[in-house]
């Protein structure tokens, strides 16, 4: 079965500090990946997606970049974090072509102070 | 752009009242999805739907997609404690996999 996994499960790091969140999938191959990013007891934004190795969408302008260095790895970085970046941070993969599900990570959560 | 409305965003209630989140767009989904989400975990889905028209059963919940693929409503019955979270809806559109979120329903049940 597949499995997905998301390290750090919280951060606090200063204004000005760089980010690095990694995300894994087991049990599949070839997924299309996603970041989110969600704010307190709302729904979610879709910051970056992924279809392949190196192969990487962006959503909305903003501080964050992210990479797929492997096919079953996605990273999310920053080189200065900004107070706004604060928020709960979310990965999905999705292999059904199908009914477009989408499978979550346990999230990150990330305090910029 | 496309944009899933969902309401309401709050909803208190006690064990054993029946309550209906909605969610509605202006725009055609290929199929949407219901998720929960616990505080500080990830969403977890509950269902698909993908039929214009189509209701699927999960114990006391009841999902229906509308005939024209543009709106969807969650129904519970007797609602428990445990049923207490966040419940979001997501439209898929397009090749991209790519999902439309609603803004989540909180559902807190009472004892």
């Known amino acids: 079965s597949q499995t997905i996994h998301q390290w750090p499960a919280t951060l606090v790091q200063p204004v000005g500090s760089p980010l690095s969140l990694e995300c894994t999938v087991e049990?599949?191959?070839?997924?299309?990946l996603y970041w989110y990013r969600q704010a307190a007891g709302r729904g979610l934004q879709l910051l970056f997606y992924?279809?392949?190795?190196?192969?990487i969408s962006s959503e909305v302008p903003q501080n964050l970049s992210a990479s797929r260095p492997q096919d079953r790895q996605f990273i999310l970085s920053s080189k200065k974090l900004l107070l706004s970046d604060s928020g709960f941070y979310l990965c999905?993969?999705?292999?059904?072509?199908?009914?477009?599900?989408?499978?979550f990570g346990p999230g990150t959560r990330l305090t910029v102070l | 752009t496309q944009l899933l409305e969902q309401s309401p965003q709050f909803l208190s209630i006690q064990e054993g009242e029946n309550l209906t989140v909605y969610c509605n767009s202006s725009s055609v989904f290929s199929s949407l999805q219901w998720y929960r989400q616990e505080p500080g975990e990830g969403p977890v889905l509950l269902v698909t739907?993908?039929?214009?028209?189509e209701v699927k059963k999960l114990k006391r919940l009841t999902f229906q997609f509308g005939d024209a693929r543009k709106d969807s409503s969650l129904h519970i019955t007797a609602a428990q404690p445990g049923d207490t979270g966040l419940y979001l809806c997501a439209g898929a559109g397009g090749n991209t996999g790519k999902l439309i979120f609603g803004q989540g329903t909180t559902l807190q049940v009472k004892p």
């Open positions: 049990g599949t191959s070839n997924p299309n």
């Open positions: 999905a993969w999705r292999d059904d072509w199908v009914y477009n599900e989408q499978f």
């Open positions: 739907v993908v039929t214009g028209g």
């Open positions: 992924s279809v392949g190795i190196g192969q």
